[in-house]
Nanobody, 122 residues
């Protein structure tokens, strides 16, 4: 399995920005699509964004399209999520994960990090 460690969360006002990072280890990073999910209290884990092995293809949930950007640095085995124009409804724990294919369903993933909390105040 891939080991994943997320960082970069915090408290930000609405309209602000945060950049999340996820460092991967344990497997060949370029074998995997990387994805971000989030989970708010009392809600299911939902897809946010995904990126193909070499960054050619990117996928976004409609709720974040135009505000969030996913990227990866294969030399550092790290995936990023740049979040701009944050809204209170973006408040959640953000998790990254890895799969050999594009999968927008959280149930398809086996490896998860500990998550990083993002709180957006109004």
């Amino acid at each position: 399995q891939v080991q994943l460690v997320e960082s970069g969360g915090g408290l930000v006002q609405a309209g602000g920005s945060l950049r999340l990072s996820c460092a991967a280890s344990g497997r060949t990073f370029t074998n995997y699509y990387m994805a971000w999910f989030r989970q708010a209290p009392g809600k299911e884990r939902e897809f946010v964004a995904a990126i193909s092995r070499f960054g050619v293809s990117r996928y976004y949930a409609d709720s974040v399209k135009g505000r969030f950007t996913i990227s990866r640095d294969n030399a550092k085995s790290t995936v990023y999520l740049q979040m701009n124009s944050l809204k209170p409804e973006d408040t959640a724990i953000y998790y990254c994960s890895a799969d050999r294919n594009y999968e927008p369903l959280a149930s398809k993933y086996d490896s998860w990090g500990q998550g990083t909390q993002v709180t957006v105040s109004s």
